[in-house]
């Protein structure tokens, strides 16, 4: 593993105003953290945590580099739980001579992690750090699938400089291609112009709308297990519960409610990476969004140490499978339910004259609600989209 030490700076957690007697399972003596006695040792690590103090591309959001030792104060005040958590703290990659410096230092950062099988939980700064985020992935040379939860889809103009309001519009532009497939989870219609919808559905690319979400909040979790990494916007969480942003919403998600999908990501087996955006001090009210996000981190902890490992093998018996042939009989859906989670899988043909770079997306995650349709004859919208990329 490269060494990324000379990346971060360390964290002081004296000036955190902790407790001055800390019981042994809090997250403040749990945590392996880097100070200025040296950088932690990554050997038997599962996670780290990563402070990023980068803002400066994020115009409206001047304050959000201050976000990380904002959420540490709350976050090593916390329980482990039932869970024993291997995880260190490696501090803060500091910004930059230019904001492309701080990119390529998480950019390094997260290849030598993920390479590592260890998952960086990174706590920005503003959401335009999505985009080396992404890089992290450039040469493990396999396609990925990025989801983020956000209010709107930060396309942006691809011909001017990245911001965190035009990031993904660099990612889905990136030559070489290594996006498969990106997810929006809550956006809302009144802050989404139609080009953008159109194009999302042009590109067969899956966004959901938030009351679609909130409806059904365990819709949500098939959507998120299907990413290898995930971008978390802070303002998409409403105002009342979360008000650390220039421009909040009175309306977005519950706190509860983020707390689950990061649950729902901790859980997804294949996700690698992980990244809390937006989030602005100077905005807080009595620290209430930094403390949200310490315990989204928290239950995003407790998922991960609940995975099941249970991605489908095709002829394992402890998969039920389901054969369902629709009446036109031009398509056939095998449906994969696992018997350790309930969790459901469904596996899309895969044309013989593809690249094998796609293999991996054949099997892709669904719920009940998806097999209903297909046994009354109807085809699921993430079936047939993914159908329409692998074709």
Same mark, same amino acid.
């Given at each position: 593993?490269?060494?990324?030490s &000379?990346?971060?700076?360390?964290?002081f957690? $004296? #000036?955190?105003d902790l407790?001055s007697?800390?019981?042994?399972?809090q997250?403040? *003596?749990?945590?392996?953290? &880097?100070?200025? $006695?040296?950088?932690?040792? +990554?050997e038997?690590?599962?996670i780290?945590?990563?402070g990023? +103090?980068?803002? *400066?591309?994020g115009?409206?959001?001047?304050?959000?580099?201050?976000?990380?030792d904002?959420? @540490?104060?709350?976050l090593y005040r !916390?329980y482990?739980g039932?869970?024993?958590?291997r995880?260190?703290?490696? =501090? #803060?990659?500091?910004?930059g001579?230019?904001?492309?410096?701080t990119?390529f230092?998480?950019r390094?950062?997260?290849d030598a992690?993920? @390479?590592?099988n260890?998952?960086p939980?990174?706590?920005?700064?503003?959401?335009d750090l999505?985009?080396?985020?992404?890089?992290?992935y450039?040469?493990?040379?396999?396609?990925?699938n990025?989801?983020t939860?956000?209010?709107?889809f930060d396309?942006?103009?691809? %011909?001017?400089?990245?911001?965190n309001k035009?990031? !993904?519009?660099k990612?889905?532009l990136?030559?070489?291609?290594?996006?498969?497939n990106?997810s929006?989870i809550?956006?809302q219609?009144y +802050?989404?112009d139609q080009?953008?919808?159109?194009?999302?559905?042009r590109?067969?690319?899956?966004? /959901?709308r938030?009351g679609?979400?909130?409806?059904?909040i365990e819709e949500?979790e098939?959507?998120? *297990?299907?990413?290898d990494?995930?971008s978390?916007?802070?303002s998409?969480?409403?105002?009342s519960d979360?008000?650390?942003?220039?421009?909040?919403s009175?309306n977005g998600?519950y706190a509860? $409610?983020?707390c689950?999908m990061?649950r729902y990501? =901790?859980m997804?087996?294949?996700?690698?990476?992980?990244?809390l /955006?937006?989030?602005?001090?100077?905005?807080?009210?009595?620290?209430?969004t930094?403390?949200?996000?310490a315990q989204m981190?928290?239950?995003?902890? $407790?998922?991960f140490?609940n *995975?099941?490992?249970?991605?489908?093998? @095709?002829?394992?018996?402890?998969y039920?499978?389901?054969?369902v042939? +629709?009446?036109d009989e031009? &398509?056939e859906i095998?449906f /994969?339910?696992?018997k350790k989670s309930?969790?459901?899988?469904?596996?899309?043909?895969y044309?013989? &004259?593809? %690249?094998?770079?796609f293999? @991996?997306?054949?099997?892709i995650?669904c719920s009940?609600?998806d097999?209903?349709?297909?046994?009354?004859n109807?085809?699921?919208?993430?079936w047939?989209?993914?159908?329409?990329?692998l074709?």
């Amino acid at each position: 593993m490269s060494d990324i030490s &000379h990346f971060f700076s360390p964290v002081f957690p $004296e #000036n955190f105003d902790l407790p001055s007697t800390l019981h042994d399972q809090q997250f403040a *003596r749990l945590i392996n953290i &880097h100070t200025s $006695e040296g950088f932690p040792d +990554l050997e038997g690590i599962d996670i780290v945590l990563i402070g990023v +103090l980068e803002d *400066r591309n994020g115009s409206d959001n001047a304050g959000a580099h201050l976000a990380a030792d904002a959420v @540490r104060k709350y976050l090593y005040r !916390l329980y482990g739980g039932s869970f024993a958590p291997r995880i260190a703290d490696l =501090g #803060n990659i500091a910004p930059g001579h230019s904001t492309e410096d701080t990119y390529f230092a998480l950019r390094s950062t997260l290849d030598a992690l993920i @390479r590592r099988n260890i998952v960086p939980v990174i706590i920005g700064g503003t959401q335009d750090l999505t985009y080396p985020q992404f890089l992290g992935y450039k040469d493990l040379e396999q396609t990925i699938n990025v989801v983020t939860v956000d209010s709107v889809f930060d396309l942006g103009n691809p %011909d001017e400089d990245i911001t965190n309001k035009s990031y !993904l519009g660099k990612i889905i532009l990136h030559q070489p291609n290594f996006l498969f497939n990106y997810s929006n989870i809550g956006y809302q219609s009144y +802050l989404v112009d139609q080009n953008s919808l159109q194009m999302m559905n042009r590109l067969y690319f899956d966004v /959901y709308r938030l009351g679609q979400v909130r409806d059904k909040i365990e819709e949500a979790e098939p959507i998120i *297990r299907q990413a290898d990494m995930l971008s978390f916007d802070i303002s998409a969480i409403k105002h009342s519960d979360a008000p650390a942003h220039p421009f909040p919403s009175p309306n977005g998600f519950y706190a509860e $409610e983020a707390c689950q999908m990061m649950r729902y990501a =901790g859980m997804n087996d294949k996700l690698s990476s992980i990244g809390l /955006y937006e989030i602005n001090p100077k905005f807080d009210d009595h620290g209430k969004t930094a403390h949200l996000a310490a315990q989204m981190i928290w239950c995003f902890l $407790e998922g991960f140490y609940n *995975r099941k490992n249970d991605f489908p093998n @095709r002829t394992s018996p402890d998969y039920t499978r389901f054969h369902v042939i +629709l009446e036109d009989e031009k &398509h056939e859906i095998n449906f /994969y339910k696992s018997k350790k989670s309930d969790r459901w899988w469904m596996e899309i043909p895969y044309p013989p &004259h593809k %690249d094998l770079k796609f293999e @991996r997306h054949t099997l892709i995650p669904c719920s009940y609600k998806d097999y209903e349709l297909a046994v009354n004859n109807e085809i699921p919208d993430r079936w047939w989209q993914t159908y329409q990329k692998l074709s």
